[in-house]
Every structure is written in structure tokens, then in C-alpha cells.
């Protein structure tokens, strides 16, 4: 039973209101277990788009919510799916050069309707969708009642007896009410709506407040990327090797590059002081430069104001080898990624165990995807990262031969046609005669492309002399990405056959 009602607040999301928001989406829909947002998908719209979230509070509790992200409707046009247009429930399809707010969720709990609680988050969400200048507000909007007469009618017959009220559906006569319009109906919009039978009703409101921006020239959301061929030399100790760290990110940050990627084990000449050693107890000594190194990288990010990838590195965890990296951004944070897939040779000389994170990381620059080395030519990864919104993938690698060269780069390159994405690859060169298991490199960086008539006919966008230490600039463009995944001669994101075949990531909740 509902309690006296002593205030009703219309507020936006906050952080700490998550338990409530998660209990009200639960008993919003009784008919449908488990589907409640996770935290980390809440946090993620707040720190996107917290005005975008909004809440009724009764008696300073949560029981209804609106949740929304601005997206570039061209990008997906109208028969796109729910998972489409939230970035496999990424939102990476977000953006504030958008010009439509999309309705990701509405829902209060049951006892509390009737109370006019949607129609006060429907007229918040107009407010706002004028406020931001935005054409329109458009969703998918669910069907709960049409179940009940799929046997006898077409969801569209079932639309338009409800459109002249001779049937009633919940979700439906309320968005009819609101001043949306139907646009059309879509098919397998939402997986597992049964009560709909996986139907939809694209429905918009129009802003007619909206005002059209002026073009602007050179609107292209352009990346500048700086690649490290890295030459294999002796050094005394990590304050040397930091003096030739920091000259290329010296270098690289005069280009003005949001990124430089570094190598796989590109500390390695410091393990020569320990080569009496055996190879695996060589390189724990090495790991344990590693936090150091990482608290270094963190510091040159921020003081030249580029996003660094570390290349990767040995790490000890729980006594166990991994090999990992990291993305130190310019704005002062971190994140750790790790090598998945170890090598006959990495288990055999150093024992070191694959890693198990699996993810996307967003940057200033839009979400990214880092992969170590032999990783890229798993094509199961980079799959798994696009589904999430990567638009650059970066390999770190070391290769000894030509041949192991030769597997890194033309996997990386099947990878960008694949996922509609650009590929960088870097690596080190020459020789270290004093390190075991290290003797010899050969490397060439590389900054792979889709093959589209936008893109070069190579799908090679800029690389470097083979074997020799340089820099590589290139510059990537993000929008041609975005054109490319509408309306590219071909479109291997949207021509998958979902239908007949997925792909899952077993740690997770979400499948292809």
C-alpha cells in the first residue's frame, strides 16, 4: 500500500540513488527477471549525461525514472535495435553534437501510478530536449499488452485500434496522450520482451523550437596518433630508460597527439643486470620496476597533455606473471589492461598466465581498445571491443622474426575491415645480446584502416621504415568511421547474421 503522501520531488539521478532506482525497475517489470539496469551502467550515464537522467522522488524515495543519451540520429536512422543504438549498452553512441534525445528507460513502480509521475518526467524530458536545441525526442517504445491479441491482429492492426481507443495498451496510450507520434514498427527491437513479442513503436516528439545549427567547416572530430618504434638498447637503469621515454613523448606532444602507444616489454633491457638469472626469475626482478614506471607514465601524461599507452610490461599478482599496461590519460587517471593470450614461448621460458579483462576505455577521444601483441590474432577480441563502441584498437607487440611480424600485422589489418575501426600497431627493433629470451626484434608501425572508398585503398593510412627507430603521426578521423558503419559500400558491423550466429563473453551478461 502506498504511504501519505507528504512531497513529490522531480529531481535529477544522483550516485547514491541507485538501490532505489534498481528496486523500482524491479517491480516495474514483474514479468521480465533480471532485467534492471547494473550500477556500472548507471554510473556510466550519469557521468555522461547526468542531466539527463531524472527522477520523481516521493517522500524522498525513487519511484520513477527517466533515463536518456543524445545521439546522431543519421548514424542509425529508424530501423535500428535497441542494442544498436546503446552501443551493445555501452552508450558510446552518445555524443553532444547529437541532435535527438533517445529514450533509453522509463518506469515507475506499480503502486505509485496514477499519480501523473510519467507525465512529469515526459514534460522534464521536453524541457530539456528544448533546452539542448535538440530536434526531437524519439525511443522504442514497448508494446506489454499486444500478447494478448498477436494471435488475431498484426502489431500494426493492434497499434491502430489503440491509436482510436478500441484496445489499451499501458505504455502506448500514455505516448499517444503525450504528443508522440508513431513513426513505424520494429521487429526484434528488444530480445526477450515477451509481453511485446519483441515488437517496438519508434515514437517522436518534435521540438518546434528547434533551431537548425549553421555547418561549420572542419567539423571532423580528428585523432592524432603517435606511434613508437622503439629501439632495443642497454640502459643503466630506469631513470636512463625514462630520459628516452620522455624525449618521445616530448616529441610526439609537440605534433599535438592525443595518443602515443609504447611497445610490448619495451623495459626489457633492464633485465641484462639480471641475467645470471634464470629466465623466469629475470623477469619477476623486472616486474617489479613496473608500478614505478606506470607512476612515471602517469606524470608525463598529465605534464605533456597526452594520453599514453604504456606498452605492456611483467606484473606479479597473488605470485602469479602477467602481462599488462596501461592507459594513463592526460586528465591524470589510469586503467590496466592485460595480455589474454600467452605464447607457447612466454609460458615456457617466463611462465606467465593470460589475463581475463575483456573491455573497452573511454577517452577524451572516444572509446578505445587496447589488445597486447598475439591477442590480435584472436578475431574473437576486437569483436568483443567493437560490440562495446571501440573505434581505435592499439597493439603493443614485440616479434622476434619476420614471420611473427608478419602474423601481428596482417591480423591487424583483417581486424579494422572487420570492425569498421583503425588498427595502430608499434613495436621495438634491434638487439639485446645481453638479455635471454630477448635477442633479437624486428618491428614495423603500422596504422591500419577499413577499405571503403573514404579510407585509403590499402586500408594503410601511415607506416613507418621497417626495423629502423622513429616516430609515426598519423591522423584518424572519427566521423568517416561513423558514415561508414550507415552507409559503406559494405557494413560488416550491421550485416552480421545475429540471427544464426553470437558471440559471448562469458563474464558478462551481454551477448553479440
Known amino acids: 500500500m502506498m504511504d501519505k503522501i507528504d512531497k513529490i520531488e522531480l529531481r535529477t539521478l544522483q550516485a547514491n540513488d541507485y538501490e532505489e532506482l534498481k528496486l523500482s525497475m524491479i517491480q516495474a517489470y514483474p514479468n521480465w527477471p533480471g532485467a534492471y539496469w547494473k550500477e556500472h551502467h548507471f554510473l556510466k550515464l550519469l557521468e555522461i549525461f547526468p542531466e539527463g537522467q531524472l527522477a520523481v522522488l516521493v517522500n524522498d524515495v ?92 498484426t502489431p500494426k492492426e493492434f497499434i491502430q485500434k489503440v491509436k482510436f481507443k478500441e484496445l489499451y495498451d499501458p505504455t502506448l496510450t500514455f505516448q499517444l496522450a503525450n504528443e508522440f507520434h508513431v513513426k513505424k514498427v520494429l521487429k526484434g527491437y528488444m530480445p526477450g520482451d515477451s509481453e511485446s513479442k519483441e515488437f517496438a513503436v519508434l515514437l517522436q516528439w518534435d521540438n518546434i523550437f528547434y533551431e537548425e545549427r549553421p555547418l561549420k567547416l572542419m567539423s571532423k572530430s580528428v585523432v592524432r596518433l603517435g606511434l613508437i618504434q622503439w629501439q632495443m638498447r642497454l640502459y643503466k637503469g630506469i631513470d636512463e630508460l625514462f630520459e628516452q621515454v620522455e624525449f618521445f613523448v616530448d616529441a610526439v606532444s609537440s605534433y599535438k597527439s592525443d595518443f602515443i602507444l609504447f611497445p610490448e616489454f619495451f623495459n626489457a633491457p633492464l633485465m641484462a643486470q639480471y641475467n645470471h638469472l634464470s629466465e623466469a626469475e629475470a623477469i619477476r626482478k623486472l616486474a617489479e620496476f613496473t608500478i614505478p614506471i606506470r607512476d612515471r607514465f602517469i606524470q608525463l601524461a598529465i605534464s605533456y597533455n597526452i594520453n599514453i599507452i604504456t606498452g605492456s610490461m611483467p606484473l606479479v599478482k597473488d605470485d ?67 560490440n562495446q563502441g571501440m573505434n581505435i584498437l592499439f597493439v603493443p607487440f614485440l616479434t622476434d622474426t619476420q614471420n611473427g611480424y608478419s602474423r601481428v600485422r596482417y591480423c591487424a589489418r583483417a581486424r579494422a575491415i572487420e570492425n569498421e575501426c583503425y588498427v595502430a600497431i608499434a613495436g621495438s627493433v634491434g638487439n639485446l645480446p645481453k638479455v635471454e629470451n630477448m635477442d633479437i626484434q624486428f618491428a614495423q608501425a603500422v596504422v591500419f584502416t577499413p577499405c571503403d572508398f573514404s579510407f585509403p585503398t590499402t586500408g594503410i593510412k601511415a607506416e613507418a621504415t621497417a626495423n629502423t627507430e622513429m616516430i609515426l603521426v598519423a591522423d584518424v578521423d572519427m566521423d568517416l568511421l561513423k558514415e561508414l558503419h550507415s552507409f559503406g559500400a559494405v557494413r560488416n558491423l550491421k550485416d552480421r547474421r545475429t540471427d544464426i550466429y553470437s558471440l559471448v563473453l562469458n563474464n558478462d551478461d551481454k551477448t553479440e
Not at 592485460?338 to 606467465?352: Q, S
Not at 581475463?356 to 578475431?379: A, S
Open 62 to 153: 525513487v519511484v520513477g525514472c527517466a533515463l536518456s543519451i543524445i545521439v546522431k540520429y543519421i548514424h542509425f536512422g529508424d530501423n535500428h535495435t535497441y542494442k544498436e543504438i546503446t552501443g551493445n549498452y555501452t552508450f558510446n553512441t552518445h555524443t553532444r553534437k547529437g541532435d535527438v534525445l533517445y529514450g533509453i528507460d522509463v518506469f515507475i513502480r506499480p503502486e505509485y501510478r496514477g499519480l501523473r509521475i510519467g507525465r512529469r518526467l515526459y514534460d522534464a524530458r521536453k524541457e530539456l530536449c528544448e533546452q539542448l536545441n535538440l530536434k526531437a525526442i524519439i525511443f522504442g517504445g514497448r508494446i506489454p499488452n499486444y500478447h494478448k491479441h498477436s494471435k488475431e491482429m
Open 320 to 386: 602469479d606473471l602477467y602481462n599488462v599496461g596501461y592507459l594513463c590519460r592526460r586528465n591524470g587517471t589510469y586503467e590496466y589492461f592485460e595480455k589474454i593470450h600467452v605464447t607457447p614461448d612466454e609460458t615456457k621460458c617466463w611462465g606467465l598466465k593470460g589475463g581475463t579483462q575483456v573491455q573497452t576505455f573511454e577517452t577524451d577521444c572516444g572509446p578505445i581498445g587496447i589488445l597486447i601483441c598475439y591477442d590480435v590474432e584472436f578475431p574473437e577480441l576486437p569483436r568483443i571491443l567493437a
